[in-house]
């Protein structure tokens, strides 16, 4: 059993194992079934995995039977975990907590007005706007 250091984050533990097999981002995106930039956003840990990803990521990467349950563990933890991180570690500075603001609305007071209004009265905490490209949803 190879050990993972721990300052390894889970982008990088895929990175590893990708160079001591000899495969490119793409060749193991084609093992996998996903896309290029879907392995750049996981080795980067701008992403996480689904389980199923993370699965198939597991396979194609022939993680040692010791290590999978920590690999796949790590796959599903919050960006910014180290590979051996515990759970409640604290997250780097990099993950953001989901009712951290991101982004004001640009232009639409309106809108914006009724999505707090809608979220007042409902006591939620979070809100997806969804949409195609180019209608205005930044």
Do not use: N, Y
């Not at 981002?25 to 990803?53: D, H, K, N, W, Y």
């Amino acid at each position: 059993m190879r050990t993972v250091p721990p300052e390894l984050t889970f982008g990088g533990w895929i990175k590893r194992l990708r160079a001591e097999h000899d495969l490119t981002q793409e060749r193991l995106a084609a093992r996998v079934g996903c896309a290029v930039q879907t392995i750049r956003t996981f080795e980067s840990g701008t992403r996480r995995p689904s389980r199923a990803m993370a699965e198939r990521l597991a396979d194609a990467l022939a993680v040692p039977a010791d290590d999978r349950p920590r690999f796949l563990q790590q796959a599903r933890a919050s960006v910014g975990l180290s590979a051996h991180a515990p759970a409640d570690a604290p997250r780097s500075s990099r993950a953001r907590p989901p009712w951290a603001p991101t982004l004001e609305l640009i232009g639409r007071e309106a809108e914006r007005a009724a999505l707090l209004h809608l979220l007042r009265a409902t006591g939620q905490r979070l809100l997806t706007i969804v949409g195609p490209g180019g209608i205005g949803k930044t």
